[in-house]
Every structure is written in C-alpha cells, then in structure tokens.
C-alpha cells in the first residue's frame, strides 16, 4: 500500500505542475483596449492557429483537473485502507 500510496502522490505533483504549465501558456481572455478599437491586426489563418492552439490547450486543461481531482479523492481513499 505505501508503494501505491507514493506512486498517486507522484502522479498528484506531475499533474499538478503540468496543469500549471498549460494555464500558463494560455491567453489571457481579455484582450485590452486595443481590440475593441479594431487594432488587432492577425489574419484569418494566423486566428484560426491561435485559436485550435487554445482549444487544444483548454482541453489538456480540463482533462488535468480531472485527473487531479480523482487522484485527490484516492489519496485518502488509499489512507483508509492501511
């Protein structure tokens, strides 16, 4: 059980700091002043990367939490049981 118990643990902290890294990497949603007097000067194509980029990174986000929220409830599930 403490091999299990350390492995979980494990897992827990490199999820944890993958998640921070995605979050990281994501724009913020606020683009500022600029936008909303048409200052944003991207085309189409370079949009269309951007954003499959942040879909991309979004999902990588929400499959993260999950994964920390079940290895969250398993660490004391896993203490129970020793």
């Given at each position: 059980m403490e091999i299990l118990y350390g492995i979980i643990l494990g897992l827990l902290v490199v999820a944890s700091?993958?998640?921070?890294?995605a979050v990281l990497l994501?724009?913020?949603k606020s683009t500022g002043l600029g936008a909303a007097y048409g200052s944003e000067?991207?085309?189409?194509s370079q949009r269309g990367k951007a954003?499959?980029?942040e879909a991309k990174l979004q999902k990588?986000?929400?499959i993260l939490a999950i994964v920390i929220a079940v290895?969250?409830?398993?660490?004391?599930?896993i203490q129970l049981f020793k």
């Open positions: 700091i993958l998640m921070c890294v994501q724009k913020s000067t991207k085309t189409f954003a499959s980029k990588i986000t929400m290895l969250a409830i398993a660490l004391p599930v």
